[in-house]
């Protein structure tokens, strides 16, 4: 993904790099397609937008992913060896700044409107959605990665090998128990102070610091 302005970067960038990270979210971490799916060439899905805000806010927040990563790491969740390449590659040098994309907080966390990017994954073929129920406690979207979609995540990771960063982004998130669920993840994230105490529609603040102390305390990275 191509530098932005600290504006843009506030905006998560432009509307091709907030589709882009969409694709890689619904081939990374969507979930198999259930037999009942009436989606022709449907090969994940995520269920929710909510879910999609959550992820995309650790795909794009080195520093509070890498926290993330260290809780499971400290529950014996996950190995040493699993998270130690990605703690250390989110964490050190100039990788924070370069990647991190801050979001706004307001009422239901983390929130960024990103329906350009999927209206225009929508018009390519790319994605479908479907509302789950009408009305009442399923009323929701449900976002279909198509098989278009994916050979297209494919041709990118191949023309712009810059985009492995955000695959393995997603890879990352993939170790967290309970990513799965936008629910468990909206709370996870609320646990962050910083993040909780966020006033809405301002930039939830980085934490960068502590977690490369909390880091080094636990001998994931050097000192």
């Known amino acids: 993904m191509q530098a932005v302005s600290s504006d843009a970067r506030r905006r998560g960038g432009s509307t091709s790099q907030t589709a882009t990270r969409v694709l890689i979210l619904l081939d990374e971490l969507g979930l198999a397609v259930p037999a009942s799916c009436d989606v022709e060439d449907a090969v994940t899905v995520v269920s929710s937008l909510i879910r999609l805000q959550k992820l995309d806010f650790w795909l794009r927040n080195p520093d509070y992913l890498a926290d993330e990563l260290l809780t499971e790491?400290?529950?014996?969740?996950?190995?040493?060896?699993?998270?130690?390449?990605?703690?250390?590659?989110m964490l050190e040098g100039d990788a924070p700044q370069l990647h991190t994309y801050p979001m706004?907080?307001?009422?239901?966390?983390?929130?960024?409107?990103?329906?350009?990017?999927?209206?225009?994954?929508?018009?390519?073929?790319q994605i479908e959605h479907r509302r789950a129920a009408d009305s009442g406690p399923m009323s929701r979207r449900?976002?279909?990665?198509?098989?278009?979609?994916?050979?297209?995540?494919?041709?990118?990771r191949t023309e712009i090998p810059e985009l492995d960063w955000y695959v393995q982004q997603a890879s990352a998130i993939g170790l967290i128990a309970d990513a799965a669920q936008g629910a468990s993840a909206k709370r996870r994230q609320y646990l962050q102070t910083e993040y909780a105490g966020t006033a809405h529609g301002d930039?939830?603040?980085?934490?960068?610091?502590?977690v490369r102390e909390r880091a080094v305390a636990l001998k994931v990275m050097e000192g």
């Open 73 to 89: 790491f400290e529950s014996g969740r996950v190995t040493l060896d699993q998270i130690k390449p990605h703690v250390v590659r």
């Open 104 to 125: 706004e907080r307001y009422i239901y966390g983390a929130y960024e409107f990103i329906d350009d990017a999927l209206a225009v994954l929508k018009l390519y073929g």
């Open 142 to 156: 449900d976002y279909f990665l198509l098989q278009k979609g994916r050979d297209t995540v494919a041709a990118m």
């Open 203 to 210: 930039v939830i603040p980085s934490i960068l610091d502590r």
